[in-house]
């Protein structure tokens, strides 16, 4: 089998492997439709674990998230890699060397990552709801009425993850991974944090799988922020919120705390959606974002919990959306919602870009599940 990986690719009509529906809907890598994903999975998800086979082995990861009866428990994720000896883990961040659990990287003292400084206002998936880019918050988390211009957010980006999405903007990461390089500790990340640096946000790759990192980060310049220069340090984490339950909790907590939030990307509503395209389960994700839910609460302004979906043409349309909206809305209708458009990348580079027509009918239709605050992200992608 061959396999197109670039940036990006012409659109073309391919063949689903199962119904045998041809559409330029279906990816080529992937093999099988949608419809078929999540109606007979039991038939179509062997076809795509062929594109996640390419995916892993081209950077030196495990094809699937290891389960040797004789293996060491990580736990740190939903993967729950129990990992042979000399092997490991899914994210390739954790070994079994001679018996004993091995962290590359995750740990307070070595992240795998690398950072840069993000003048505010910035792009970010929460900007019309967070302190740095309006008046959320004010004056307590931000001293800015309205954006805070002048000031910067300090960007983490995490080098590996929980999931292995066909579709990652970002897949660039994964050669770090194999590379296990930069590193730098929390410690030595904190100190990036001076007068000027209002907010830290993690993402990548994924924090999930380097939560003692972030957390021992933002504790660390919280600190310094009270200390050196008593100005607001608001800590994000964005995340597809697939780590451990008590790791979440403690950035949670830091997040309330700091005037932060904590984005959720939910990928997908279907289970076997999420296998196809992400490499694994999404049921950490839904049960984590709910136990979430009581921080919402504890704090309308700014919002300390936020959802968004990438609206992927054929696999994540409406159907998904409505799902996803109706869960939400079912925890609290006041979480904000960002729908966000895809762009051809990776092993779905061959896909359209989101059409107009379909953001539209997805916002609509989150609306009417009971969202009161949702937005189209990414607007300049959308396709007529």
Same mark, same amino acid.
């Given at each position: 089998?061959?396999?197109?990986?670039?940036?990006?690719?012409?659109?073309?009509?391919?063949?689903?492997?199962?119904?045998?529906?041809?559409?330029?809907?279906?990816?080529?890598?992937?093999?099988?439709?949608?419809? +078929?994903?999540?109606?007979?999975?039991?038939?179509?998800?062997?076809?795509?674990? %062929?594109?996640?086979?390419?995916?892993?082995?081209?950077?030196?990861?495990?094809?699937?998230?290891?389960? &040797?009866?004789?293996?060491?428990?990580?736990?740190? $994720?939903?993967?729950?890699?129990?990992?042979?000896? @000399?092997?490991?883990?899914?994210?390739?961040?954790?070994?079994?060397? =001679?018996?004993?659990?091995?962290? *590359?990287?995750?740990?307070?003292?070595?992240?795998?990552?690398?950072?840069? *400084?993000?003048?505010?206002?910035?792009?970010?998936?929460?900007?019309?709801? +967070?302190?740095? $880019?309006?008046?959320?918050?004010?004056?307590?988390?931000?001293?800015?009425?309205?954006?805070?211009?002048?000031?910067?957010?300090?960007?983490?980006?995490?080098?590996? +993850?929980?999931?292995?999405?066909?579709?990652?903007?970002?897949?660039? *990461?994964?050669?770090?991974? %194999?590379?296990?390089?930069?590193?730098?500790?929390?410690?030595?990340? !904190?100190?990036?944090?001076?007068?000027?640096?209002?907010?830290? $946000?993690?993402?990548?790759?994924?924090?999930?799988?380097?939560?003692?990192?972030?957390?021992?980060?933002?504790?660390?310049?919280?600190?310094?922020?009270?200390?050196?220069?008593?100005? /607001?340090?608001?800590? +994000?984490?964005?995340? %597809?919120?697939?780590?451990?339950?008590?790791?979440?909790?403690?950035?949670?907590? #830091?997040?309330?705390?700091?005037?932060?939030?904590?984005?959720? &990307?939910?990928?997908?509503?279907?289970?076997?959606?999420?296998?196809?395209?992400?490499?694994?389960?999404?049921?950490?994700?839904? =049960? %984590?974002?709910?136990?979430?839910?009581?921080?919402?609460? @504890?704090?309308?302004? /700014? /919002?300390?919990?936020?959802?968004?979906?990438?609206?992927?043409?054929?696999?994540?349309?409406? @159907?998904?959306?409505?799902?996803?909206?109706?869960?939400?809305?079912?925890?609290? /209708?006041?979480?904000?919602?960002? #729908?966000?458009?895809?762009?051809?990348? *990776?092993?779905?580079? &061959?896909?359209?870009?989101?059409?107009?027509?379909?953001?539209?009918?997805?916002?609509?239709? !989150?609306?009417? !599940?009971?969202?009161?605050?949702?937005?189209?992200?990414?607007?300049? #992608?959308?396709? &007529?």
């Amino acid at each position: 089998m061959s396999y197109r990986v670039f940036e990006n690719s012409k659109t073309s009509l391919s063949r689903c492997k199962v119904c045998g529906k041809q559409s330029p809907l279906i990816s080529e890598n992937l093999g099988v439709c949608g419809k +078929c994903i999540t109606d007979t999975p039991e038939e179509a998800l062997p076809h795509t674990f %062929n594109a996640h086979r390419l995916s892993r082995l081209k950077f030196n990861l495990p094809e699937t998230p290891p389960n &040797d009866k004789n293996g060491i428990l990580c736990g740190m $994720c939903v993967n729950n890699c129990k990992i042979p000896p @000399e092997e490991k883990g899914y994210c390739g961040l954790v070994a079994n060397k =001679e018996g004993k659990l091995v962290r *590359y990287a995750g740990t307070p003292n070595k992240g795998l990552l690398e950072w840069y *400084y993000d003048p505010l206002p910035t792009n970010c998936v929460a900007a019309w709801v +967070c302190p740095g $880019c309006t008046s959320a918050g004010f004056p307590k988390y931000t001293n800015a009425r309205g954006p805070e211009y002048g000031s910067v957010n300090l960007a983490v980006f995490y080098g590996a +993850c929980s999931f292995d999405c066909l579709f990652c903007q970002n897949w660039h *990461y994964r050669e770090n991974t %194999n590379k296990l390089e930069p590193i730098l500790s929390s410690k030595k990340l !904190a100190e990036k944090c001076a007068k000027g640096v209002s907010c830290i $946000c993690y993402f990548g790759g994924d924090p999930a799988v380097q939560m003692p990192h972030s957390i021992k980060t933002a504790e660390l310049a919280i600190e310094k922020a009270k200390k050196e220069w008593k100005g /607001p340090m608001r800590i +994000c984490w964005e995340t %597809n919120g697939s780590m451990n339950w008590p790791l979440l909790e403690k950035a949670a907590q #830091l997040a309330l705390e700091s005037g932060g939030n904590i984005k959720f &990307d939910i990928k997908t509503w279907s289970e076997p959606l999420n296998i196809a395209l992400c490499g694994a389960s999404n049921q950490r994700t839904l =049960e %984590n974002f709910k136990k979430l839910g009581k921080i919402f609460e @504890e704090r309308l302004n /700014p /919002p300390p919990l936020i959802a968004s979906t990438l609206l992927i043409p054929g696999y994540v349309e409406v @159907e998904e959306v409505e799902k996803i909206a109706n869960f939400i809305a079912s925890i609290n /209708p006041e979480i904000p919602y960002s #729908l966000l458009a895809f762009y051809p990348r *990776y092993l779905m580079n &061959d896909l359209p870009t989101t059409s107009k027509k379909l953001a539209l009918e997805s916002t609509e239709t !989150a609306k009417k !599940a009971g969202l009161k605050n949702v937005k189209i992200g990414n607007i300049h #992608l959308l396709a &007529d």
